[in-house]
């Protein structure tokens, strides 16, 4: 039974992939079709040129220092709001009244235009901090809002039972506390990284640093290079991919019980 | 030994729950407590635990007193092992090595050797409830509490837990305090049975001494049922 089971979940992820696959064939084939009745690479390039334009921009010199520091902004937007969230969250999740009295703060983070964030921070900082802010203000108030998620969602009935059971009050902390959070936390964290990696970007096409993916989609739109804006385009849903796969891992890996 | 409870007093606003409530609880043995939902059960669990402070009254002997629970939930830590729930209350009173045992010894007992490391999630509800048995026993506690800890279980899986209980209640004879509205488990488990009426304050109809030991009444149908007829008699 226990086997049979097995086998089939084993054999429908097998077939899962496959039809991933099937999908990116049909992409591709829109992709090219498209292009080829459009009949302009200046507007909608076709997939070869894209891809060997993709292969041009990764072997220049400055293609690692680009994706290095956009990497890098949106990291340390990412780590400051990781921080600040939890720490918020922890006393929105605690405390009532200090949660009444934070929430119109998230709500109205949460409900202003990335856009506007980014112009203002422009005011603000210099071009390099732009998209840091921007990543931070947009990632902020989710892990935030989830870390107090998984705080209220605690069951009083195991703390009873951990008071019940004489259980010191860190070891209820590390054992009951953490683990109940982590889960909302982590699903937090994905969703932040994410949105906040889009929001470097667009930071960045305004703010122009340097060196930065944002800056680079921003000067191909301007020579008109379309194949180019494509082509960094890709590079940035990659990113986007992995970071999100590397946190499911980490969740996998933390979340070993369910 | 015995605990004792004199005069208890205890007044909800409006709601006199005891008044002049006299109680023994019989050392190593099995104090059941029967009686419809709303008369004040778990208020009394939880004064005799120490959670709720009565208005006044004596409970002597029950000072640096150690309580197990058994709750109607299995309660269990969904991140931790059947092992690492059992570990979990032990930690702080044995050395690494008596953990091993003391947990190793008392999953056995339950039944579950073969799922000393399975997450609860991937337990039926009879495996749950009894990991939270096995916790309450490998708990070093001079006081056993049950509240209605069958109640959601059905016919079959009852009779199973209460088998599951009594196998290890034989090996390790604690003063049990079990709580329950249903006739059919008091008649199957108590030593000592409290008949609760239903009145305001809350006062005793009756206390029974059954003599035959729990193990035997399994076996012997018609002796379990006369203590039932006795027991449905001062019910209703």
């Known amino acids: 039974m226990w086997e049979a089971k097995y086998l089939m979940k084993a054999s429908t992820i097998k077939s899962e992939k496959y039809f991933i696959f099937i999908s990116f064939v049909i992409l591709a084939a829109l992709w090219k079709l498209i292009s080829f009745v459009i009949d302009s690479e200046i507007i909608f390039p076709s ?92 990632s902020f108030p989710i892990i935030c809002l989830n870390v107090t998620e998984g705080i209220k969602n605690i069951d009083i009935k195991l703390i009873q039972m951990s008071k019940v059971y004489n259980i010191r009050r860190w070891r209820v902390a590390k054992e009951i506390y953490f683990p109940s959070i982590l889960p909302f936390l982590l699903a937090g964290l994905s969703t932040a990284a994410g949105i906040g990696w889009k929001a470097v970007i667009a930071a960045e096409v305004l703010s122009q640093p340097d060196f930065a993916l944002g800056t680079s989609m921003q000067v191909s739109r301007i020579y008109l290079e379309t194949e180019s804006v494509f082509a960094w385009t890709i590079v940035a849903i990659i990113i986007s991919f992995f970071s999100e796969r590397i946190i499911r891992r980490f969740e996998k890996l933390i979340v070993r019980w369910k | 030994m015995a605990l004792r409870i004199q005069n208890l007093k205890k007044t909800y606003p409006g709601l006199p729950v005891f008044d002049d409530f006299n109680m023994e609880i019989k050392d190593r043995e099995i104090n059941c407590i029967l009686g419809p939902s709303g008369v004040g059960k778990t208020t009394l669990l939880n004064i005799i635990s120490g959670i709720t402070h009565p208005d006044s009254g004596q409970l002597s002997d029950l000072k640096d007193k150690t309580f197990s629970y058994i709750f109607q939930e299995p309660r269990l830590l969904e991140w931790k092992t059947v092992y690492g729930n059992i570990s979990f209350v032990l930690k702080n009173k044995y050395s690494k090595k008596e953990v091993q045992d003391i947990a190793n010894r008392y999953i056995e007992m339950v039944g579950l050797k073969g799922f000393i490391d399975y997450y609860p999630e991937k337990l039926s509800g009879g495996m749950k409830q009894r990991v939270s048995i096995a916790r309450a026993f490998a708990f070093p506690s001079d006081i056993l509490i049950m509240d209605e800890p069958f109640k959601s279980l059905d016919f079959k899986l009852k009779r199973s837990m209460i088998d599951a209980f009594l196998r290890l209640w034989e090996i390790d004879k604690r003063t049990i305090i079990f709580v329950t509205h249903d006739v059919e488990e008091a008649a199957l488990m108590g030593n000592i049975i409290y008949i609760l009426k239903d009145s305001q304050p809350t006062k005793i109809k009756e206390k029974i001494e059954v003599g035959l030991n729990p193990k035997e009444r399994l076996k012997n149908p018609q002796e379990l049922t006369k203590i039932k007829d006795i027991l449905k008699k001062y019910l209703n």
């Open chain 1, 47 to 138: 997939p070869e040129s894209t891809i060997i334009r993709l292969y041009d921009l990764v072997i220049t010199r400055d293609f690692s220092l680009i994706l290095l520091s956009s990497l890098t902004r949106g990291l340390i937007g990412f780590i400051i709001s990781l921080l600040l969230g939890i720490s918020f969250g922890f006393f929105s999740g605690f405390n009532r009244y200090f949660n009444r009295m934070f929430e119109p703060f998230l709500i109205i983070i949460r409900s202003t235009p990335v856009m506007s964030i980014i112009l203002i921070a422009l005011i603000w900082f210099r071009s390099t901090n732009v998209p840091i802010f921007a990543s931070f203000l947009v």
